[in-house]
């Protein structure tokens, strides 16, 4: 699917009822387009979003164009006004500058931080997901070690690469 005209795309915070939604579309894009071999069985978090995301400074927002999820986003609390960026995925149709869905993603992200004093961003990655790793450093974030990472930052099996904003 490719999407022609600049859709009309809103932003929200997840609601109980998105889950399945929400599990579709992280898993097509992890095994369909990064052959990253994982289901939901191996995110718990998927599970119970709420539970897993809504506490302290955490929170998950989601893109919805014409009723349907084509993006998230999530912010996991790891205490001393630092978050962990989470579950960022855009439908390929949905992806570029052009629509700008992750960027709309990572805005409410980031001043959602700033209203609750959050001080630093961290996130993990892999190594093969190039354009992430553009889109982040276009975004303010910056490589480093992750033997730098604060101690409550959940590490991924599959994260190679990771990085921070300081807000």
Same mark, same amino acid.
């Given at each position: 699917?490719?999407?022609?005209?600049?859709? &009309?795309? @809103?932003?929200?915070?997840?609601?109980?009822?998105?889950?399945?939604? !929400?599990?579709?579309l992280i898993t097509t894009i992890q095994r369909d387009e990064f052959n990253?071999?994982?289901?939901?069985?191996?995110?718990?978090d998927l599970a119970d979003i709420a539970g897993?995301?809504? &506490?302290? @400074?955490?929170?998950?927002w989601v893109a919805i164009c014409?009723?349907? !999820?084509v993006g998230t986003i999530a912010l996991l609390d790891i205490t001393n006004q630092q978050t962990a960026l989470r579950k960022m995925f855009v439908a390929k149709a949905y992806r570029g500058?052009?629509?700008g869905v992750a960027k709309r993603l990572l805005e409410n992200l980031?001043?959602?931080?700033?209203?609750k004093n959050v001080t630093e961003i961290f996130l993990g990655t892999t190594a093969d997901f190039?354009?992430?790793?553009?889109?982040y450093e276009k975004n303010g974030f910056k490589q480093f070690s992750k033997t730098d990472l604060p101690p409550r930052f959940p590490i991924m099996a599959v994260d190679s690469r990771f990085y921070r904003l300081e807000l």
């Amino acid at each position: 699917m490719t999407v022609q005209a600049s859709p &009309h795309i @809103t932003l929200r915070p997840y609601q109980a009822g998105d889950e399945q939604a !929400i599990g579709e579309l992280i898993t097509t894009i992890q095994r369909d387009e990064f052959n990253v071999p994982l289901s939901l069985d191996d995110q718990p978090d998927l599970a119970d979003i709420a539970g897993f995301y809504g &506490h302290g @400074t955490g929170g998950f927002w989601v893109a919805i164009c014409a009723d349907q !999820i084509v993006g998230t986003i999530a912010l996991l609390d790891i205490t001393n006004q630092q978050t962990a960026l989470r579950k960022m995925f855009v439908a390929k149709a949905y992806r570029g500058s052009a629509i700008g869905v992750a960027k709309r993603l990572l805005e409410n992200l980031i001043s959602e931080c700033r209203q609750k004093n959050v001080t630093e961003i961290f996130l993990g990655t892999t190594a093969d997901f190039l354009a992430a790793h553009r889109f982040y450093e276009k975004n303010g974030f910056k490589q480093f070690s992750k033997t730098d990472l604060p101690p409550r930052f959940p590490i991924m099996a599959v994260d190679s690469r990771f990085y921070r904003l300081e807000l």
